[in-house]
């Protein structure tokens, strides 16, 4: 898992409760966070570069892929909007594009990846009061 911080949100959590979302975390498909061809094009675009399909498939590779466009199109939002980025705007661009933070299709999303993040934080904080 990378370990990243981006507009002060450490990214670890969301990208394990995406994939948990996307994938049963690997269980379902190798391409544990979906992504698609065009999402690799959009990142290629940004920075100029390009990724092959393998990309989809490695999780590392996936997850540099999900920084740089969490980050370009969170410092996009953060432009339009004045506000930083929340947990829920990030995931919410990953499912929706760009604008995926003011989608309501990407409402239902988001509310599966918190409910996996508020589980865990529920399992971690029980265990460290055992």
Known sequence: MIAAILFGIAL????AAIAEVESENGKTSDNVYQLRRIY???????YGC???DEVMTDR???E???LAYMEHY???YHRRTGKLPTVEVLARIHNGGPDGWKKPS???YWNKVKAVMDAKRVKTESEVVK
């Open 74 to 76: 969170g410092e996009r």
């Open 60 to 62: 590392f590779s996936s």
């Open 50 to 52: 390009h990724f092959s």
């Open 12 to 15: 670890a959590p969301l990208f």
């Open 40 to 46: 690799l094009d959009d990142v290629g675009r940004i």
């Open 106 to 108: 990407t409402e239902t």
């Open 64 to 66: 540099r892929v999900m």
